[in-house]
């Protein structure tokens, strides 16, 4: 009978480290472009985006509610422009 590594074996097989919380672990992690808004937290939004299979409004509301750089108000005007958007898709 042949042997069928489990998803987590084959990423490992292809170089994607998961640690015990099952978030991917790579270099990218380590290498934020200017600043360290999201690099700073043990799990960044793109993990949790990826988690909950998010679309890419719904990543992006998220990122803005997350983040600490500079003028919160911006960042939570920027989210509701993306809910807005995702709000006319869906009616």
């Given at each position: ?7 987590r ?15 991917y672990?790579?270099?990218?992690r380590?290498?934020q ?9 043990e ?6 985006i ?13 990122k ?16 509701k ?11």
């Amino acid at each position: 009978m042949a042997y069928n590594p489990t998803q987590r074996e084959v990423d490992e097989m292809n170089g994607l480290n998961v640690n015990s919380d099952n978030v991917y672990v790579t270099p990218s992690r380590n290498n934020q472009v200017a600043g360290d808004h999201y690099s700073k937290y043990e799990v960044q939004v793109w993990d949790i985006i990826l988690m909950y299979k998010l679309d890419y409004f719904e990543g992006n509301m998220l990122k803005y509610l997350l983040r600490s750089k500079g003028d919160r108000k911006e960042d939570l005007l920027k989210l509701k422009h993306y809910l807005d958007k995702k709000l006319e898709g869906t009616l």
